[in-house]
Antibody, heavy 118, light 107 residues
């Protein structure tokens, strides 16, 4: 079945970087994009950006520009999201979701908890 | 950036009651509006795509309507398992945005 499997929880210190993976299976990876969405504790959903698994094109939320990089490895059907210069307000659950440009997110990973604490 | 405003923020409802959640966009987005359900400690699940199209496997009591700037998610005959937070999401233009969420509690 179609699924996205994310990497495990991370604990990082302020100023560090984190790289979360999202491995796709059950569909043709390059036919879709991957969106990344995060959710701070007790808060709503925040779109972080999108990457095309077909050609690697990206689009990032303006507030994260310069700190976030999204990549894919088509040989392993895996998407990655790296966030640098972590701050305490980056503490959140990070989700990857299958997405086609200007469309809906129909398959979601279970989420990766990233905790930023000194 | 397109802002989505949901109402109400919270609703306490008895089983079998009808639930209506609205989502208003700050500018016209056509039908590029989707609804998700998120239960505690779970990832969001797609319920309705393109304003009114039911996603595969979603119970028929969930329905959506609207276009342009005003959209509605309706849950007919609420069941206990429907306790969750519901989010609208627009994909008309980047950056994509979500509504703030509506929490539905079962009385």
């Amino acid at each position: 079945q179609v699924q996205l499997v994310q990497s495990g929880a991370e604990v990082k210190k302020p100023g560090a970087s984190v790289k979360v993976s999202c491995k796709a299976s059950g569909y043709t990876f390059t036919s879709y994009g991957i969106s990344w969405v995060r959710q701070a504790p007790g808060q709503g959903l925040e779109w972080m950006g999108w990457i095309s698994a077909y050609n690697g094109n990206t689009n990032y939320a303006q507030k994260l520009q310069g700190r976030v990089t999204m990549t894919t490895d088509t040989s392993t059907s895996t998407a990655y999201m790296e966030l640098r210069s972590l701050r305490s307000d980056d503490t959140a659950v990070y989700y990857c979701a299958r997405w086609t440009i200007f469309s809906y997110m129909d398959v979601w990973g279970k989420g990766t908890t990233v905790t930023v604490s000194s | 950036e397109i802002v989505l405003t949901q109402s109400p923020d919270f609703q306490s409802v008895t089983p079998k009651e009808k639930v209506t959640i609205t989502c208003r966009a700050s500018q016209s987005i056509g039908s590029s509006l989707h609804w998700y359900q998120q239960k505690p400690d779970q990832s969001p699940k797609l319920l309705i795509k393109y304003a009114s199209q039911s996603f595969s496997g979603v119970p028929s009591r969930f329905s959506g309507s609207g276009s342009g700037t005003d959209f509605t998610l309706t849950i007919n005959s609420l069941e206990a398992e429907d306790a969750a937070t519901y989010y609208c999401h627009q994909s008309s233009s980047l950056p994509q945005t979500f509504g703030q969420g509506t929490k539905v509690e079962i009385k």
